[in-house]
């Protein structure tokens, strides 16, 4: 029996005021854990579990927002926090990024938060994805999502914005699909499908909004590597040791001096992008495409 640390260090003392500690505290990790031999520390909110091994700085933070995993403002807030906490704590080198719900991974914004709200709510909600990939797409950790499900649209999102990206062989889709609910992702957003896969396969998967098979996503590049479903956060660990072999420094000063010109592009451009949310997703026809899709998920069962 693991024991687990809730107030080991600064950063989770800061975590304990941020997110009350649950009747989740006693965090489930694979047998098979690499983690399991170092010492752990853990906390969690509701929506979001992190536990760090100390001896490595490795933190695993794992969605967990049933059904899917999908974005709503406090899942973002969450997340957001969690990454500027690890980014702080000197003790911690990378962070894996993952589900606590095997199969799906993370379900993209939640719609719900689209649908049938002010502008003003909408345009505050879009700020929140702005700052959220802001923190881990500029994060000087090494980030690795380990995709253990499905990872549509903002899911996708999230797995472009990491260092690298693990995915869990067999049925699971991953891709921008915003054209499919009549949105159009943002440039940064596009961007980073670009630096992923190169301008001609993302100009056609965003036109026409693919959701890809992970052994297609293998194929483009869009993800790096796969795996059985119930190895990818052993995988995900080995992988980071690797690239913790490098010295940090060296590492986040290259990483950040390709990644600085997109982030410097969005704090330029966050009002304009954020009126732009704001005007496209409150328009009439597509709110009517929005309520469309919704129908058609719930259709499904
Ligand atoms: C520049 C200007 C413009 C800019 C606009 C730019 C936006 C760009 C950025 C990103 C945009 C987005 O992410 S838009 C979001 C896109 N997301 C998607 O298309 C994914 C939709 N979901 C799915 O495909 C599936 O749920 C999937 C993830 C594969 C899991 O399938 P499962 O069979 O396991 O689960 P389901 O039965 O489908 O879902 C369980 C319940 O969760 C609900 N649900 C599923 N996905 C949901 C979601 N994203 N938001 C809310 N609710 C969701 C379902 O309706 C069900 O509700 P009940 O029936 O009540 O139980």
Redesign the pocket.
């Known amino acids: 029996m693991a024991t687990f640390i809730a107030s080991g260090g600064r950063v989770w003392r800061k975590f304990v005021k941020t997110f009350p500690l649950g009747s989740n505290l006693s965090l489930k990790r694979s047998p098979t854990s690499a983690l399991a031999n170092g010492r752990l520390s853990s906390t969690s909110s509701e929506n979001v579990l992190v536990s760090k091994d100390e001896k490595s700085g490795i933190a695993t933070v794992r969605m967990n927002n049933p ?2 995993n ?2 709503n403002t406090a899942l973002l807030l969450s997340l957001r926090s969690c990454f500027e906490e690890l980014e702080k704590d000197k003790s911690c080198r990378a962070l894996i990024l993952t589900s606590n719900k095997p ?2 991974f993370c ?6 938060e ?1 649908y049938q709200k002010s502008p003003d709510y909408v345009g505050q909600f879009w700020e929140k ?1 702005q700052d959220m990939w802001l923190s881990l797409y500029g994060s000087r950790l090494v980030t690795m999502a380990a995709i253990n499900g ?1 990872s ?4 996708c ?1 999230l797995s472009l914005a990491c260092d690298y990206r693990i995915m869990a062989e067999g049925n699971f ?1 991953i891709g ?3 054209t ?2 009549d ?4 440039f940064w ?1 596009r961007q980073m499908m670009v630096d992923a896969i190169g301008y001609r396969q993302a100009e056609m998967a965003l036109m026409v909004g693919a959701l890809y098979p992970s052994n297609k996503a293998l194929q483009l590049g869009l993800v790096d590597k796969l795996v059985p479903i119930e190895d990818v956060q052993t995988v995900a660990e080995e992988e980071v040791k690797n690239w913790l072999k490098i010295p940090d420094q060296a590492r986040a000063i290259t990483k950040m001096a390709s990644r600085k010109p997109l982030l410097d592009e969005l704090r330029k451009r966050k009002q304009e ?1 954020i009126q ?2 704001r005007d ?2 409150t328009r009439e026809s597509v709110q009517l495409s929005i309520q469309q ?2 129908d058609k ?2 259709a ?2």
């Open positions: 059904p899917v999908s974005l199969k799906v379900a993209g914004l939640d719609i719900l689209l994805v499905h549509p649209a903002g899911g999102l889709v921008l699909n915003e499919q609910l949105l159009v992702a943002p957003l992008d732009t949310f496209e997703t899709y919704l998920l719930k499904k069962k």
